[in-house]
């Protein structure tokens, strides 16, 4: 069953237990574009990347297609605007479950510590407990022993934010929020932390069901 929810007001998500009107994905970006000031819509091949999570198993973003894709970065042992990103995540996550989307929608979240792997997974865990983040479709992802220091950095930067360190455990750096379609292409970022949850979850939702999309990603199964 498809979930719409036009961009209109929060409490239209409180009521998703029921199906509302349907709008098209070029519907949605268009009225966003007007109500938005912190979304960038562009639609370009995602980069990949290969990572591992808490246990340390594999995750690439191949691997991800079929779901949207909801992506950020942070730097774990920031202390200021990366804990405000993620109690913006955490309330995106529960407004797009609540939606009845946790199926089809993945949330990643990448940190660009250069520190060890062990300490740096150890706090990525306390940050899923802290701000009640729900493990079944969020995955936090870091690098091997065996990879270079700096490799989630130079992730971060094949998506345009550079994450700079500044000295005594401090990155400098901006805070976006990316979309990536079921097809594994760049479709959305939201741009700091002023922009309106409703609006990121309308997209999602509307990618989620753009016919389009599916069709992409079900003739990429068959090649």
Same mark, same amino acid.
């Given at each position: 069953?498809?979930?719409?929810?036009?961009?209109?007001?929060?409490?239209?998500?409180?009521?998703?237990?029921?199906?509302?009107?349907?709008?098209?994905?070029?519907?949605?970006?268009?009225?966003?574009?007007?109500?938005?000031?912190?979304?960038?819509?562009?639609?370009?091949?995602?980069?990949?990347?290969?990572?591992?999570?808490?246990?340390?198993?594999?995750?690439?973003?191949?691997?991800?297609?079929?779901?949207?894709?909801?992506?950020?970065?942070?730097?774990?042992?920031?202390?200021?605007?990366?804990?405000?990103?993620?109690?913006?995540?955490?309330?995106?996550?529960?407004?797009?479950?609540?939606?009845?989307?946790?199926?089809?929608?993945?949330?990643?979240?990448?940190?660009?510590?250069?520190?060890?792997?062990?300490?740096?997974?150890?706090?990525?865990?306390?940050?899923?407990?802290?701000?009640?983040?729900? $493990? &079944?479709?969020?995955?936090?992802? @870091?690098?091997?022993?065996?990879? +270079? #220091? *700096?490799? $989630? &950095?130079?992730?971060?930067?094949? @998506?345009?934010?550079?994450?700079? +360190? #500044? *000295?005594?455990?401090?990155?400098?750096?901006?805070?976006?929020?990316?979309?990536?379609?079921?097809? *594994?292409?760049?479709?959305?970022?939201?741009?700091?932390?002023?922009?309106?949850?409703?609006?990121?979850?309308?997209?999602?939702?509307?990618?989620?069901?753009?016919?389009?999309?599916?069709?992409?990603?079900?003739?990429?199964?068959?090649?």
């Amino acid at each position: 069953m498809k979930r719409w929810f036009p961009i209109a007001a929060l409490p239209i998500l409180a009521a998703a237990a029921s199906p509302v009107a349907a709008h098209a994905l070029k519907d949605v970006e268009s009225a966003l574009h007007g109500q938005e000031r912190y979304a960038q819509f562009v639609d370009t091949k995602a980069p990949d990347f290969q990572l591992t999570d808490f246990a340390g198993n594999p995750v690439n973003l191949t691997g991800l297609k079929g779901r949207v894709v909801v992506l950020n970065f942070i730097y774990s042992r920031c202390t200021d605007v990366c804990p405000l990103h993620m109690v913006r995540i955490a309330k995106l996550q529960s407004m797009v479950n609540t939606a009845g989307m946790q199926n089809q929608v993945q949330f990643v979240t990448i940190a660009t510590d250069e520190e060890d792997v062990k300490s740096t997974r150890q706090i990525m865990a306390g940050y899923a407990k802290s701000y009640g983040l729900d $493990t &079944r479709n969020w995955r936090f992802l @870091y690098r091997t022993s065996a990879q +270079p #220091a *700096g490799t $989630t &950095r130079q992730v971060a930067e094949a @998506y345009g934010l550079k994450f700079t +360190p #500044a *000295g005594k455990g401090v990155q400098m750096h901006g805070v976006v929020t990316h979309v990536i379609d079921q097809t *594994g292409r760049l479709r959305a970022r939201f741009h700091g932390l002023k922009f309106e949850p409703v609006h990121l979850v309308s997209y999602v939702n509307a990618l989620a069901n753009d016919d389009h999309s599916k069709q992409t990603q079900e003739r990429l199964k068959g090649s």
